[in-house]
C-alpha cells in the first residue's frame, strides 16, 4: 500500500495548510501540487496506463489518511479518483454490452493516461433545483461540427477553476431522454466559475458555480455512446457514497488527534470526564473505520450487490454521525481555549458536520438500511427517491 | 413584564444584524443603541435610581429573548445586568456587615443611576494563565493620590472598546492576599484594547484583551473597601453560570425557528425524519426554558442556597448541551443549503456550541450535580475547584 | 397540597412492598387500602361531593409521589384519577350542549360521591385488534329492560378483578356509529378475568383480560345519552397522556434514589464516571418534572387549546425518554449487584422502559410536535391517527 | 469455519428454548448437550489432542452465532472456551518459563483432551467481596497427602452444578502470597451449590454461588507449580473482557432479528420511525461485529500488545453500549405487544444491559482507552485498578 504511505506522509503538510484555506476559502493549490507530485493522480488508473492501478479499498485507505491532513483536500480528490476509478472500472465486457466503440475506449485511455501524468479531474453534475439527480438536469447540449456544444450551470463543483478537466453531465437538446456525460478540459473560453461557495465547514473545496457555454471535441464524450450518464451513476453508487465515509472518518481521527495534542499540551490529561470523552470517540471512530473498510472490500470484490450497498449506506451513516459528534465532543474535551479560529478543532467542528449532509444523507440511509432490514427493496420502498 | 415584551420586540431588528457582525466579528454597536433606547440598560437597576428594578427572573427572561435575535449580543448584555445586579443587590444590611461605607453606597448609587441614564459596563475579570479565578490574578492596584492605579491585562472582556466602564478585578501591590475590584471609566488613556477575540462562535461579542495602565478615583473602588471581590462572587454564581444558561436557550429556540422557517419555505415539512427532528427539538428547547425559569425564580427567592445552586448548575447543563444537540440536529433536518455563510443555522450552529464551554462546564455541572446527590459538598468534593 | 404530601407519606410503604408484587405479578391489594384510607379516591371529586376537588396540577404532583414508591400502583391509581377527573370536569354548559339530563347528572354525582367515600373504578377501554381507538371496537350493547346488555372483551384493564367498577367503551348493537360508556360495577356475574398480564415491566398492575356479558341499570350509562364516548376522549387528552407522564418522572427519580443508595452503601461515590451519571441523570430528571407541571397547569387553565396539547406530547415525550434513559444509566453506575431480582434498579429499569410504549408514543408525540411546530395540524397532518 | 456453521444451525434451537429458561432460571441442559453432541467443546482444544485447534477470532464468531439463539449458553459455553483456550494457548516456551514439570503438560493434555470428548469446565473465580480481583481472595488451599484441600466461596459460577470440572482460584494456607488454580471435578462431596442467581437478564446462566470444602488430586493444580494464577490472568485478558463482546453482539444482532420479524408479521414495516430505528440499530451492530473481529484477529496474531488490548477494550465497550442501546430502541419499535414476557424482545432487552456491566465495565473501558489516547498506560494511570 505504497499510496496509503504516501498519502500519511504528505497528511502534516495538508494540516499545517488547513487554517489558511479554511480563513480565506481559498484553494489549496500547494496541497494538489503534493498529490501530483506523490503520483496520487494515477491511483485509480490501471497500471498499463502509468497508474497505480488501485482497488477501491486501497482509495479509501488514501482518502482516510488525506482527510487526517485536510477533509477539504480529501473530498476534492475524492471527485478525481471517482472520475477515473469509474472509468477505469468499465471494463471490456461492459464497454461491448453498452455499445462503446474501439476509438471510445482509446480515448477513455488517453485520458487516464493523462491523470496518470499529473491531470486532475472535477465532477459538475449538481444543478440549483435539481441537486445531484440526473432525472431534473437543464444543462444542454447539441452536436456540432467535430464535437458538441454544451451550455448550462452547475453548481458544487469541488475545485472549479483550478482542475485540468470537468466531468459534466448535460442533457440532449434533441433528445430530452437522453443524458450523456462528457469530460469538459479547462479553458478560459466557454468556462466561467462563479464564486459561490462560502460554507460552514470544507470550506478550501472551491465548490463554486461553474457556467458552461463550450464546445468540445468529439472525444470528450465519454463511452462515446450518448445516453450512458445514468448507467455509469447506478454503476458507482459507492464512489459518491462510501468515498465521502472515507473522508470524514478521517476527520473524525483528526479531530482525537487534536484533542490529545491540546490536552496534552495544557498537561490536562488526567481529567476524568475529559478521558472518558477521548476513550468513547477513540472507539467509535475505529468502529467507524473499520465500517469503511468492510464496504470498500465489498465494493471491491461485489460491486453493485444489495449486502454492498447496505455496507456502503452503513459506512456513510456511521461515518458521519460519527464526525460530527467526535468533533463535538473533543471540542468540549479541550475547551474555550479551542474555539479560537485557527485553532485545529474549531475547523474540524465545522468540517465535521457535512458528513451526515452529503448525499446519501444519514438520515436517508438509516431510512434504506430499515427498508432492506425489513425486506423491502430501498430502490422502490425508500421514502426518499435514490437518484 | 415590560421589558421582556421591549426584548421580544428587538430580536428581529438584532437577527437581522447578526449574519454581518458574525461574519466580520464586529462589535454590533446598532444593537447597544437599541438597548440603550429601550431602557435596558437600567433593567437590573432599582427604580428609585430610575432603573426597572427587575429581579433576576425577568431578566433571563429578557436575555432568551435577546439571544433569540442576537446571541453574542445576549452575551455581552449579560455582562452589564452581571454588574449592575451585583451591584443593586448589596442590601444595606451586607454592606453593614462587610463595612461598606455610607459614601460608597452614594458612589454605588450613582453607578446605578449612570446605568439607568444609558452607560453600561463590561467585565475585565479573566486573565490568560488563570482564566476567572480571583486566586490567580496577576493585575495589581497600588493607593496613589485621589486614587488607585492599576496595571496589567485582561482576557475575554466581552464588549472591549464599547463600553463604558470595566468591572476589573486586581490584586493589591500592598498585599497579595487582597483582591479588589474597581470600575474603570472607558478612557483612551491608560486603556488599550488588543484585537484578539476571533472565534467559532458568538463572534460579534468583541471579547478582546484589555491592557490597563490607568489611575481611577478612589470612589471607583467597589465598596468602598478593598479585599471585597471575593465575597461578591461568591454571592453572585447565579450570575456567572444561570444567565448563561438563559442566552443559550434563546440560541436554541432560535435554530428551531431558523429550522421551521427553512422548511416551510422548501416545502420540506412533510419529510417524517424532518418532522421527528424538529419535533424532539422543541420539547427538548422547552424543557431547558423551564429549567432556566425555576432556577432564577430560585435565585430570586432563596439565592445562595443549596437547592438553588443545583437548580442553577441543572439550568446551565441542560442548556448548554440542549443548544448544541439542537443546532446540530437542525442542521441537519435543514441540508446543506443551510451551511452557507450567512444563513441563521450556519451561524447558531457555531454559537450554540459555546454554551457547554463557559463556566460552569456542562461536564463540571454534571460533577458539581452528582455530588450533591450523592450527599457530598460540591466546594468540597467536586473534582474541580469553583473559583 | 395535603393530597400530595398524603402521596409523599405512602410512598415508603408502596416501595416496601413493591418488589414482590413484580416479582409475583400480583395487585398491590394493601397499597389501594392505603389509598383508600388516605382519601385519595376522592381527590377528582368536588368537594361538595365529599372529595378534595383537585385540579389536574394536584392531581400530577399526587401521581409522581406515588410512582416514586410504586409506579405499577400509579398507573392503576391514574386509571381511576381519569374516570373520576373526566366525570368531574363535565361542567353544566357542556352538559346541556350534550344533551345530558339532569337525572344522568345526579347519577354522574352518585357515582363521584361514592368514589369519596371509598369505591374505585377502572378502565376496560382497549381490545385486541383495536387498541384503544374507539372507532375500531367490537364490543356491543343492546337496550333490556331497565338497562343495557354488554358483551365482548377488553384487554390492557389495569385493576381488572379489584376494581369497584370498570369504564367500557361499547358499540350500539343498533347503530354502529354510536359508540357509549358505561361504569359496569364489579360482580362475579357477568365478568371474567382472563389473567394474560405478565409483563416485562408494570407488572403489579393487573392489566388483565376482561370478558363482559353483563345487563347493568340504566342510570350506568354516562351522560345517560348514547354515543357520546368520543367527545368524552377529546376533552380528555391530558387524562390520557400527560398523567402517563407524571408516573414515569416518578419511576425516574425513584431510580436516582435507588442509584444514590445503592452507590453510597457501596462506598462508591467517588468515582467520577458514576458521579457524571447521577449528575445527569438528576438535571434530566428535574426537567422532565418540570415539562409535566407546566402540562398539568396549562390543562387546567386551557384544557384542549392547541398550545396546551403540545405541552402534554411535550411532557410525555421527555417523561417517557428520561425514565427509560435515566434507568439503564443508574443501573450502569450501580453495577452487576443491582441487577439482582429484588433490587429496585431492577424493577425500575423494567418499569421505566414502559413509558414511552403507553400512547401517545415518544414517536408519535414527536411527529406530532413536529407538525405543530412546522404549522401544521397534528391531528390532519401526523402520520399517526390520533384515535 | 465448520464450527461456526454448526453454531449457526444451532443457534433456532437454543432460542426456542430460551424462552423457557430465562422464565424458570433453569439451565440449558439440552443447549449444552447440542454442544456436545457438534463437537463444540473441543473447538478450542489443539487439532493433535482431539479438538478444533479453532484461534481466538474463530471463537469469537462460534459465540456470537450462540448467543443470536441464547445469549446465556453463549455465556456459559465463554466460561469453557475461556478454560480451554488458556490451557491450550500455554506454549512449551511459556510453560518453560514458568517452570511447569513434563508431568504437568501431560495432565494439561488429559484435561484437554477430556473436553475434546465431551467434558465442559466452568470457572469459580470471584467471591463476594473480592469480586474477580485475585489479590482479595479468601478461598485457602494446603497440601495434603496426594493432593491439595480447598475450602472456600465462589459467587457468580456460570454453570454452577452443572459443568464437569470448576476452575478455582485459591491461595495458599502456608504463604498467603501465592495464588494457585485448580481444576476441580464434579462431585457430590465437597461442592455444594447455593442458588443464589435471580438476575434481571441472562438468567439461565446457573451463575450460583459454589461452596468448595473438598480434596483434590496434585495432578489437578495447574501448571503443577503453585502460584501461577495471576500470570495466567494477565496472559488473557482477552478472553476476560472480548469475548463478552462477542457474546453482546450476538444479542444485539438478535434483537434486531426479532424486531423485524414482529414488525414484519404485524404488517408495521412502512412506518418512517420504526423503518429508521431498525436502520440505525442494523449499522450499529454490523460496526460493533467489525470490532469484535478486528480485536479477535489482533489477539491472534499478536496477543498482550498494547495496541491489541485497545482494540479488545474497544470491542467490550462497542459491544455493551451497542447491545444496551439496539435492545431499548427495538423495543420501542415493536411496541408494547412486545413486553409480554415470553416474547424474545422482552427478554433480549433484559439480557442486553448485562453487557455493559460485565469486567472491564463500558465506562473502565472508556477510561483505559481515554488514558491510551492521551499517552498513559492504563495499567498504572486508570482510576480503576485493572485486576
Request: proline share 4%; hydrophobic share 45%; charged share 20%.
Amino acid at each position: 500500500m505504497e499510496a496509503v504511505e504516501a498519502a500519511r506522509r504528505l497528511a502534516p503538510r495538508l494540516a499545517a495548510r488547513a487554517a489558511r484555506h479554511d480563513r480565506d476559502g481559498t484553494f489549496p493549490t500547494e496541497d494538489f501540487a503534493d498529490l501530483r507530485e506523490a503520483g496520487l493522480f494515477g491511483l485509480m488508473v490501471p497500471s498499463e496506463l502509468g497508474g497505480s492501478g488501485a482497488r477501491f479499498a486501497e482509495y479509501t485507505a488514501v482518502a482516510g489518511e488525506l482527510a487526517r491532513g485536510n477533509g477539504a483536500t480529501a473530498l476534492v480528490f475524492n471527485m478525481h479518483a471517482s472520475v477515473t476509478g469509474a472509468l477505469g472500472a468499465v471494463t471490456e465486457e461492459l464497454a461491448d454490452a453498452l455499445g462503446v466503440s474501439d476509438e471510445a475506449l482509446v480515448a477513455r485511455d488517453r485520458l487516464l493516461a493523462e491523470a496518470a501524468a499529473g491531470s486532475w479531474y472535477a465532477v459538475a453534475m449538481s444543478e440549483r433545483g435539481a441537486g445531484a439527480r440526473l432525472s431534473q438536469l437543464t444543462t444542454v447540449y447539441h452536436r456540432v461540427d467535430g464535437g458538441y456544444h454544451i451550455k448550462g450551470a452547475k453548481t458544487f463543483c469541488s475545485g472549479a477553476g483550478h482542475a485540468d478537466a470537468y466531468l459534466v453531465a448535460a442533457r440532449s437538446a434533441a433528445d430530452q431522454s437522453v443524458v450523456s456525460q462528457f469530460l469538459v478540459p479547462a479553458s478560459p473560453d466557454g468556462l466561467r466559475v462563479e464564486p459561490t461557495w462560502d460554507s460552514l465547514g470544507m470550506r478550501a473545496t472551491a465548490s463554486h458555480d461553474l457556467h458552461l457555454d463550450v464546445t468540445v471535441p468529439a472525444d470528450r464524450l465519454l463511452g462515446g455512446v450518448e445516453g450512458l450518464a445514468l448507467v455509469i451513476a447506478q454503476l458507482m453508487p459507492h464512489w459518491l457514497v462510501a468515498s465521502y465515509a472515507a473522508v470524514y472518518v478521517g476527520v473524525a481521527r483528526a479531530a482525537v488527534d487534536a484533542a490529545v495534542e491540546h490536552l496534552t499540551a495544557r498537561g490536562l490529561t488526567s481529567l476524568p470526564a475529559v478521558r472518558a470523552r477521548i476513550g468513547r470517540a477513540d472507539a467509535a471512530v475505529a468502529a467507524a473505520q473499520l465500517a469503511v473498510a468492510e464496504a470498500a472490500r465489498r465494493v471491491d470484490e461485489a460491486p453493485g450487490d444489495a449486502e454492498t450497498n447496505r455496507w456502503v449506506w452503513r459506512a456513510k451513516l456511521l461515518a458521519g454521525t460519527t464526525a460530527a459528534e467526535v468533533a463535538a465532543s473533543m471540542l468540549e474535551a479541550a475547551g474555550t481555549s479551542a474555539t479560537r479560529r485557527g485553532h485545529p478543532l474549531e475547523r474540524l467542528y465545522r468540517d465535521a458536520r457535512c458528513g451526515s449532509l452529503h448525499p446519501a444523507t444519514s438520515d436517508v440511509c438509516a431510512d434504506w438500511l430499515g427498508v432492506a432490514a425489513l425486506g423491502g427493496d430501498p430502490d422502490r420502498d425508500g421514502s426518499t427517491p435514490r437518484w
